[in-house]
């Protein structure tokens, strides 16, 4: 096979392979990172082998992806205040059923879930629930037997349902609470953010050690809207803007033209449950500039 068809071959791929890194490590440049790995990997074997070149570029992307997300332990170990995944642009296909469930498997609440599975489990989560890959191929790539990634598979498929909502909405409703809580916040009207959040909400927050965070989740609408308030009133040039990232709406605050938070939210019934806020520069770089949005 020619180097210009092999190339040809990967790029068909390369979204979905940094899509499949992305789930696994929950970092964007990590999965570039792997996906780089991925594509010396399939210059080197024998092509006539493959039957299904997708699945086994997955495969591939997966299990360097679950090395990469094992190095990370000290990293993670040594970071300061929680760690979120980073927000990414949304993943494109030409399938729209396809697109929904893209979307559903990189939502900040999804991976915030998937990062308290263990490493197989993530793995073996992301091959079965997103690609549905068979059994005997996920213990392939594992280095598993068939049972164990079974098992492996009902653990994470069971933790994750156990994560979820109980009263999912639709995306347009969540987009629509999103929407109402910016305004709120950005009006600086502190009853309406109370009254968006669900008694029993938390916020969590990575400054990784940069930016202003909590160290510890905060929990309580008065609490987390009285920290809100205060980091916007120390930041008065805040702009707060829609962005569609991790196949959802979020919002963004601005300086000038350049990110300074993201936030994503969850939603239960017509409350909000969860609060995501990312303000480590580092994980802001696929963000897209104020200008850029419209």
């Known amino acids: 096979m020619t180097d210009e068809r092999l190339a040809r071959e990967f790029d068909e791929h390369r979204a979905v392979l940094v899509g499949a890194a992305y789930r696994v490590v929950g970092s964007v440049s990590d999965a570039e ?27 591939i992307t997966t299990r360097l992806a679950l090395n990469r997300l094992r190095q990370q332990k000290a990293r993670r170990e040594q970071y300061v205040g929680p760690w979120l995944p980073e927000p990414i642009v949304p993943l494109t296909t030409d399938d729209p059923a396809a697109a929904v469930e893209l979307a559903d498997s990189v939502s900040m609440a999804m991976l915030v879930v998937l990062e308290t599975l263990s490493p197989l489990e993530r793995a073996t989560f992301v091959l079965r629930e997103v690609f549905d890959l068979p059994y005997d191929e996920i213990a392939e790539t594992l280095g598993r037997s068939e049972a164990a990634v079974r098992q492996l598979a009902h653990r994470a498929r069971e933790h994750v349902h156990a994560r979820q909502p109980r009263h999912r909405v639709d995306r347009a409703r969540h987009t629509e609470l999103t929407m109402q809580f910016m305004e709120a916040a950005g009006t600086g009207d502190f009853a309406q953010v109370v009254a968006l959040l669900a008694p029993d909400a938390v916020l969590i927050s990575d400054g990784g050690g940069k930016k202003t965070a909590a160290l510890r989740p905060i929990h309580g609408p008065e609490k987390i809207a009285r920290w809100l308030f205060g980091v916007m009133s120390s930041n008065p040039g805040f702009e707060l803007q829609p962005a569609a990232l991790n196949g959802e709406i979020a919002f963004v605050a601005y300086f000038g033209d350049e990110p300074d938070t993201v936030a994503f939210i969850q939603t239960s019934g017509d409350l909000i449950t969860e609060l995501y806020l990312i303000r480590n ?14």
């Not at 080197?44 to 086994?56: C, F, P, T, W």
């Not at 520069?281 to 419209?294: E, F, G």
């Open 33 to 59: 990172d792997v996906v780089q790995e991925a594509w010396i990997r399939w210059a080197g074997v024998d092509h006539e082998e493959v039957r299904d070149v997708r699945a086994y570029l997955i495969r």
């Open 281 to 294: 520069p580092d994980k802001l770089t696929t963000v897209p500039a104020r200008h850029a949005l419209d």
